[in-house]
């Protein structure tokens, strides 16, 4: 028998059959994926979603990227985020642990600005973002640039793993963002968070093949299989699998 539990949908179409109709509530699972395979449009779909669809909330915390960037970008898929923000159905959080000049630097943008940021403040930081709006989804992309502000994977792995508890007990779902390693070491946030999601792009003869694949979600029935993934003009989907002859 299958065990109830709240199921969040992604927003992402095809995905949600893929993982038993919805990720469980309240958990965290890693994004993974090497830069262009659309770990930030599967971050940004899954919080436009939830806050448009689902009248769920959501706190976007960019590491890397300015976030008006991140909004033009959106406009592409049609995703209106600054009307989602002036109705606190959305905050964008720009938690860049380097200093970059700014003309204007908004309200939430001045934030730790120029201080290195490790664990501890960047969890302060977005469980005061969630406790703003009443968010129930939370997106860090990424978290990959955090590694860098580690000398020992020890004290990496132990602020991971506060961040990640601190945000389930929050009861909040979140999705962290993540850099596939260049080697073939697994990254730390693979062994803290409830879920694994691996995007991923080859090059067939002249075209980028887009893939997805889950590879863990823990408590929930889900394919392990590779899925082809399309970006369209109202973001990502999800296609079936090729049957091989």
Known sequence: MESTYS?????I???DTVISGGMKAGRSVTVSGPPGSGKTTFGLQYLYAGAKDFDE???YVTMSQNIQEIKNDCISYGWDFDNLISDDKILMVDARPFKIQDELIGKDDSLYRGENLPFE???KLILSSIKRIEA????IDSVTILSLQYSDKFSMRQGLQAMVQALENFGVTSLILSE???NDEMPLEWFVTSGIVQLRHNRTGDTMERTIQVTKMRGVKHSEQIHPVEFDSDGMHLLHPRLLP
């Open 121 to 123: 403040h960047l969890t």
């Open 136 to 139: 129930k989804r939370v997106v």
């Open 13 to 15: 179409p095809g995905l």
């Open 7 to 11: 199921k969040v949908k992604t927003g």
């Open 180 to 182: 596939d390693s260049k």
């Open 57 to 59: 909330p959501g706190v």
